[in-house]
């Protein structure tokens, strides 16, 4: 009887997730419009549940009918630790809130892992996680470099004259968890770089000999992130965020490549382990097919920035609700794309408060940010007339 039961239930709880979700298929192949243009809209960190936060719904809703994009990429931290705990049916109803977003906007979508997602793991894969996204038909996710690697793939996007040529290539790639050590990011691993490496090889050969221009994404940034950011004195902490990892002051160089005017900084970048080398950035650099690399993680960050070496590097700082970020000012980074020129895109922000229009500071939203423990910090050195 028991076991006619559990056949039962388990008919029923496969009938209510193809309910709600597509079935498998994806769009036909993505391609710039018939004016020449792409447009991507990048979202992270929104952390959340199998119960979606409101705010966070809203801000995709609206973003998206406003921003008509052709793709959105979401470059991890889609999930995060349940109240009462989490289970393998919560966070499959979680990703299924969340696709259904995007599904039910007929935007194609693209979704790597962030730190959060992996913490999960030991109640669902992230192969599983993956799955469940495919579920959908705007998914554009594709195979993985392996199997244990769902998240490390690329999405081509197709000339709107020339149906066999692919003018723009999107690389999203999982940055894993924590190091073995317990300290820090793991970053990319070595087979991840060698698959980019033969990937990057095999898209020239197929245009003709010469590189195909490339947007990466991904959740924790390169420590190349640091070229734009300088180590300051106590005594300039007025315009810098402290580290609690480094127990150090980091303020933005203004001379450092920076790019346009709305480049904030609200925490020390948390990039992969700058005391050894990933060999990512060195790889995209032998490449040379790398126009810009965009990354999440530090959720009350939004600055960019050209490399010295030619490459843009940026942030989208926190778009969700259910974690901390900055204020009305959570994000979505735009990118608009002409066929004719592809590697000068021009990015900007929008903003919670702009797109749903509802302002509130942060300091009574997001109490102990890191942005705030910052504040802290300057408040006790302005006390003691330091700064």
């Known amino acids: 009887m028991k076991k006619i039961f559990s056949a039962v239930l388990s008919l029923l709880m496969i009938f209510a997730l193809c309910s ?3 079935a498998a298929g994806t769009p036909d192949k993505l391609s710039f419009n018939e004016d020449g243009t792409f447009r991507i809209l990048q979202l992270n960190d929104t952390q959340d549940i199998d119960k979606m936060n ?3 719904v809203a801000f995709l809703k609206a973003a998206i009918a406003q921003e008509q994009p052709d793709l959105i990429v979401v470059p991890g931290d889609m999930l995060s630790d349940m109240f009462f705990g989490a289970t393998e049916k919560r966070i499959k109803k979680a990703i299924i809130a969340l696709a259904s977003i995007f599904n039910d906007a007929k935007v194609p979508f693209a ?10 793991e030991d109640k669902l894969s992230t192969t599983e996680m993956m799955a469940v996204f495919k579920q959908f038909e705007y998914c554009v996710s594709q195979a993985g470099t392996t199997e244990n690697d769902p998240g490390s793939y690329n999405v081509p996007i197709y000339s709107s004259t020339d149906s066999s040529k692919i003018a723009l290539n999107i690389y999203m790639m999982d940055t894993n968890n924590k190091n073995k050590a317990g300290t820090g990011y793991a970053g990319v691993y070595p087979e991840q770089v060698e698959w980019y490496k033969q990937k990057s090889d095999e ?3 197929a ?3 010469e590189v195909v221009p490339s947007v990466l994404f991904q959740h924790v940034p390169v420590k190349e992130i640091y070229q734009f950011v300088d180590s300051v004195t106590y005594k300039e902490a007025q315009n810098a965020c402290f580290s609690l990892g480094e127990r150090r002051w980091f303020a933005l160089n203004p001379n450092s490549g920076l790019i346009g005017d709305d480049n904030v900084m609200g925490e020390a970048p948390c990039s992969e382990p700058i005391d050894y080398t990933t060999g990512q950035y060195e790889a995209w650099l032998e490449k040379g097919d790398i126009i810009g690399a965009f990354f ?4 009350v960050n939004r600055f960019m920035g050209r490399t010295k070496e030619g490459i843009i590097l940026g942030y989208n700082g926190g778009t969700g609700f259910r974690s901390y970020g900055d204020g009305d000012k959570r994000s979505m980074r735009v990118f608009n794309f002409n066929e004719n020129d592809v590697e000068n895109f021009e990015t900007h922000s929008i903003f919670y408060k702009d797109v749903v229009g509802e302002s509130f500071s942060y300091y009574f939203t997001d109490f102990l940010t890191p942005a705030i423990i910052g504040d802290i910090f300057r408040a006790f050195l302005k006390m003691f007339f330091v700064i």
């Not at 999440?296 to 959720?299: C, E, G, K, L, R």
């Open 20 to 22: 709600v979700a597509f």
């Open 54 to 56: 409101k705010k966070t």
């Open 111 to 120: 979704v790597t892992f962030g730190n959060h997602d992996h913490d999960l």
């Open 203 to 205: 898209l020239k050969a």
């Open 207 to 209: 245009n003709g000999g």
């Open 296 to 299: 999440a993680h530090d959720h």
